[in-house]
């Protein structure tokens, strides 16, 4: 047995107790406004928060929180022997950078600004490219993509043509889905055998929900090349995405869906789509925690810590959101997943 | 000032007064069609109106949830980056369009807004949502206009109806009766005069 994993794994036992409650989100999503909510926020792991009073004080808490969350991967990665803690460092960096390199996609096609582009990324070293920079700046989104020559988002270059086919953004988008995907499982691939289950899980997980949540939004939609839209499946395979599109509601959909995706997108059929995806991160929840109860004493517990850390970090930047906008507790907490409180 | 002064007691005069008031009592009866017409338009459009209304309240709420909740689910940053995607803008056309002589702006949508990116679920439902509140926004400012325009049609309809009604034609009847009157009198006058030639004459020989 690695001492060294057993250390961090104590630890992270240890953090996973500090992680927030239900009774403290409940506490911080009944405060009154904003200043209550810093206030409250105080009295909890997080600790004093400083940000500027401004029009962007719902942006600037997001930037915190995530900054806290990368703080979080940093220290865990830290201590965590060397190939697992480069499994997670590259786990969540690629995870950031794909978010990134969407991000500036979206910003290049719509000519926005290098400022406007930068204000929306995760403050985050470059993974797989040298440098943000020459991407945002690039005279255009052709122009841009075309940097990523030679890099691990090179296929991107490729989808250019059906990018200038349809003036559209989602083949990109789709392939760096793709990419993200693929790049997890081939990184889980080199971890322990014991390990490489609850990375397996959680990446087919993720990209099942979402190949399903594509379909839905492609409703009633015919003729369109499966491989293209759907670069990779898992569990949920190209037939059964087929046979969403081909559903009469989507409440049908829904129904015709195996668990435990039926069980995720059930508040489809209530109307409420939003509630998908506090379900999907309650899937990942339930995922990881799967994977920790079969092996307490390891990597598991690590990565199921993160996983919780990062939904923690949705469910604040959510609140914050929410109490700059002065929107009352139950409608904030009923999107808020706290699994463990 | 009387309807009468400076009126000419003529048969030519009287013939002309009748004339015109013939004109003008057709013209009230179209001008009480057209009111009447614009009065059930006005009661119908306000119904529809309210109705509308209601229903927009409606689609409101349900888009400022699924926008409040795409925004709770994926936090400000993700929702900005995703709603840049959005490259065409809503692109409209203003036309003038009549109803019963009331001219009003018809608003047509000449191009839809593109949702380019593979947007999130949630963010997709609010984009739809809140597009096709636009779209109800739009229709019920043409519907408000048009229906503020006949209202004030309707306005200056009644007003033109009853001043004919209660001032124009009762001079004009005023004025014929006046110079029927004149002419009366002037025709006994005569016939006296006439009379009382004849009775001179008769009593000369």
Not at chain 1, 206 to 222: P, W
Not at chain 1, 296 to 320: M, P, Q, T
């Amino acid at each position: 047995m690695n001492l060294g994993l057993t250390y961090v794994v104590l630890r992270t036992h240890a953090r996973i107790a500090d992680l927030l409650n239900k009774d403290q989100m409940t506490e911080l999503a009944e405060a009154a406004d904003i200043e209550e909510f810093l206030e409250r926020l105080k009295a909890t792991p997080y600790g004093e928060v400083e940000v500027e009073m401004s029009d962007n004080l719902a942006l600037s808490l997001e930037r915190v929180f995530t900054q806290k969350f990368i703080e979080r991967i940093q220290s865990i990665v830290a201590m965590t022997p060397a190939k697992l803690g480069d499994f997670l460092r590259a786990y969540f960096d690629l995870r950031f950078e794909v978010l990134n390199l969407k991000r500036i996609l979206r910003g290049k096609f719509t000519e926005s600004t290098v400022e406007q582009i930068t204000e929306t990324l995760i403050p985050i070293t470059p993974h797989l490219v040298d440098s943000y920079e020459p991407l945002i700046e690039a005279e255009n989104l052709e122009a841009a993509v075309m940097l990523l020559k030679g890099t691990a988002y090179g296929s991107l270059v490729d989808k250019l043509e059906l990018y200038r086919e349809t003036d559209a953004l989602w083949p990109l988008e789709l392939a760096l889905n793709y990419i993200y995907a693929s790049t997890t499982m081939s990184l889980g691939n080199e971890l322990p055998k014991r390990n490489q289950h609850i990375v397996n899980s959680l990446t087919k997980f993720e990209t099942d929900v979402e190949n399903i949540l594509v379909a839905l939004k492609r409703l009633g939609k015919t003729g369109l090349d499966l491989n293209e839209v759907f670069p990779v499946t898992y569990y949920v395979e190209r037939r059964d995405l087929e046979k969403v599109m081909a559903s009469e509601s989507l409440r049908e959909a829904v129904e015709n869906l195996k668990e435990p995706y039926r069980g995720v997108m059930e508040p489809i059929k209530t109307g409420d789509i939003a509630l998908v995806r506090a379900m999907v991160r309650k899937g990942k929840y339930e995922t990881v925690s799967k994977a920790r109860a079969s092996d307490e004493f390891g990597f598991n517990v690590i990565l199921a810590f993160l996983v919780y850390s990062e939904i923690e970090k949705d469910n604040l930047v959510g609140l914050s959101w929410g109490e700059v906008q002065g929107i009352p507790s139950e409608e904030l907490m009923k999107y808020i997943v706290i699994p463990w409180g | 000032m009387s309807a009468t002064t400076g009126v000419r007691p003529t048969k030519g005069y009287l013939m002309d007064t009748k004339r015109r008031i013939q004109v003008v009592e057709r013209g009230t009866e179209f001008l009480k069609l057209k009111r009447d017409q614009l009065a059930k338009q006005l009661t119908e459009s306000l119904d529809v109106l309210r109705g509308r209304r209601g229903l927009l309240l409606k689609s409101l709420e349900e888009a400022y949830g699924a926008l409040t909740a795409a925004y709770l689910s994926l936090g400000p940053t993700e929702v900005k980056s995703q709603t840049r995607a959005i490259k065409t803008p809503l692109e409209l056309e203003v036309l003038p369009r009549s109803v019963m002589g009331v001219v009003y702006p018809s608003v047509r949508i000449t191009k839809k807004p593109e949702i380019a990116a593979e947007l999130d679920i949630t963010l997709a439902y609010a984009a739809e949502r809140v597009y096709k509140i636009m779209e109800e926004l739009i229709h019920l400012a043409e519907f408000e206009e048009r229906v503020e325009r006949i209202a004030e049609e309707l306005g200056t309809t009644n007003r033109k109806v009853n001043a004919l009604e209660n001032f124009v034609i009762p001079d004009m009847r005023a004025v014929i009766k006046f110079i029927e009157d004149k002419l009366d009198e002037e025709s006994m006058e005569e016939l006296v005069r006439i009379k009382l030639i004849g009775g001179a004459k008769a009593s000369r020989r």
